[in-house]
């Protein structure tokens, strides 16, 4: 029997379908790079410790230079050292929204509001402010959400002074208002069922406008589930899909895959959204609590990946994410914890992280004879090799590889094979093992801290009849 070897693209995204001998694609803290020499699959930043904190995590912000974190009911500044220090008390375990002005952060929770000048804390009891559970900044101006579909504008300087006067409803639709956020020097007003887009005309109680054609037939799910990038915003819609704004029409990024995905979870209202800027690329993040999902969407690749904490493929800790003091931080909603994302780091504050590709399906397709069986006798890996420790965990690493030879409905068990251990660079990586069937997936994690980078795969393949 001859076999050919044929290349197969082993960089891709995460792409489960319904069907899945259609695709059973996995990329798990595993992100697509492309540069002009080709493509790869690198490894997710580990988390590596930075602050210790206490409580479970409410929310993350930097102000001024500095972070600031909620913690059970304390508000907590943390120092460029890590060092957590108590200014007051944050009732309530509800999720926190920050916007900050020249002269304070604000935080709204549970329809409450407080401010803090770094070192104080305070609560906004002003009498015409109803019960906001987001907050943002524009033009020295603090926006809250109200009541009924209704949103307030404060007093230019003062976000925690609020006339009666400057109440506005967003009325294209009735549904109610969700959340208000603002990207370049825009208010966005979400709702459960649609979003109006406004602007500062400095003209009226309140002094904002709508904007012709910003009216979007799309509404937000959660009040939590928005963010962006340098280039555009994106937000879980009120139907379970995921958009990106150009201009003001939403376009949908989420796969049918990712949608297939949302659509089973018994709660997305508690979705929340991040994003960052890692090397040079963009990616955007939507973890689900409730669901225990994380996804994560390579802006510059057009890519979902998955993010997961432990060896479970649960979501990832992360409840929060600022840049600050030159680094990548997130806060762990576990504990108060606050790491810093790192590329030099391979565990999640020293747990194990799994890495994990599953390839695309292996077919009769090449050889131009749909719907014949295949036979494999090798899978050869292109990635980075000797890349094993000195000592410990990881000095001689492996792959853990299985098979699936009915399209990932079951898998083989696994084999472990080398990667190479320090310094052995000219290393073959190859699994040989027969395996036949008309829709076969190999399956390759990684679960010692090493640095992991896929470039390409061949399988040896031969037709094997009907």
């Given at each position: ?166 109440y506005a409803t967003a009325e294209s639709d009735a549904d109610d208002l969700t959340c208000v956020y603002t990207f370049k020097q825009q208010l966005f007003l979400f709702g459960t069922h649609t979003t109006e887009t406004w602007y500062n005309s400095g003209v009226g109680n309140p002094p904002f406008d709508r904007i012709e054609g910003g009216l979007m037939p799309v509404g937000i799910a959660g009040a939590y589930a928005v963010t962006n990038t340098d280039q555009t915003l994106y937000f879980l819609g009120h139907d379970r899909s995921i958009y990106r704004l150009e201009g003001y029409q939403p376009i949908q990024v989420s796969t049918i895959a990712i949608n297939n ?206």
């Amino acid at each position: 029997m001859t076999f050919t070897a044929v290349p197969l693209d082993i960089v891709g995204p995460s792409y489960e379908s319904r069907s899945k001998p259609l695709s059973a694609q996995v990329s798990r803290n595993l992100y697509p790079e492309v540069n002009p020499t080709g493509k790869a699959l690198q490894s997710w930043p580990g988390a590596k410790a930075f602050s210790t904190g206490s409580g479970a995590n409410r929310g993350l912000a930097a102000w001024q230079g500095v972070v600031y974190a909620v913690n059970g009911t304390t508000l907590y500044s943390v120092s460029n050292t890590g060092a957590q220090t108590s200014i007051g008390t944050i009732t309530g375990s509800g999720y926190c929204s920050f916007a900050g002005s020249s002269s304070y952060l604000y935080i709204v929770t549970e329809g409450s509001v407080y401010r803090t000048d770094g070192s104080t804390l305070s609560s906004v009891t002003d009498s015409d402010l109803e019960t906001p559970n987001t907050v943002a900044f524009i033009n020295s101006q603090l926006v809250y959400d109200g009541d009924a579909g209704r949103f307030c504008v404060s007093d230019a300087g003062d976000g925690g002074s609020i006339n009666g006067l400057n109440y506005a409803t967003a009325e294209s639709d009735a549904d109610d208002l969700t959340c208000v956020y603002t990207f370049k020097q825009q208010l966005f007003l979400f709702g459960t069922h649609t979003t109006e887009t406004w602007y500062n005309s400095g003209v009226g109680n309140p002094p904002f406008d709508r904007i012709e054609g910003g009216l979007m037939p799309v509404g937000i799910a959660g009040a939590y589930a928005v963010t962006n990038t340098d280039q555009t915003l994106y937000f879980l819609g009120h139907d379970r899909s995921i958009y990106r704004l150009e201009g003001y029409q939403p376009i949908q990024v989420s796969t049918i895959a990712i949608n297939n995905a949302i659509e089973r979870y018994s709660v997305v209202s508690d979705c929340r959204a991040f994003s960052l800027k890692l090397q040079g690329q963009s990616f955007v993040i939507f973890t689900f609590p409730t669901a225990n999902k994380t996804w994560a969407y390579s802006e510059t690749f057009g890519a979902w990946f998955e993010l997961s904490y432990g060896v479970d493929g649960g979501k990832h800790l992360v409840n929060g994410y600022v840049y600050a003091y030159g680094k990548h931080l997130i806060s762990d909603y576990r504990n108060g914890n606050v790491y810093e994302w790192d590329l030099s780091t391979f565990t999640d504050n020293s747990d194990t992280i799994i890495r994990e590709r599953v390839l695309p399906p292996i077919t009769s397709a090449p050889f131009g004879a749909a719907g014949q069986r295949v036979i494999v006798s090798q899978l050869e890996l292109i990635l980075e090799r000797g890349v094993g420790l000195a000592t410990g965990q990881g000095s001689a690493p492996v792959l853990m590889i299985s098979y699936s030879d009915d399209g990932g409905r079951t898998w083989s068990a696994e084999s472990q094979v080398s990667p190479g251990v320090m310094g052995d660079y000219a290393l073959k990586v190859k699994y040989d093992h027969f395996a036949t069937g008309y829709e076969i997936l190999y399956k390759v994690r990684v679960s010692d801290p090493v640095p992991v980078a896929i470039y390409a795969s061949t399988v040896h393949i031969a037709l094997g009849g009907y």
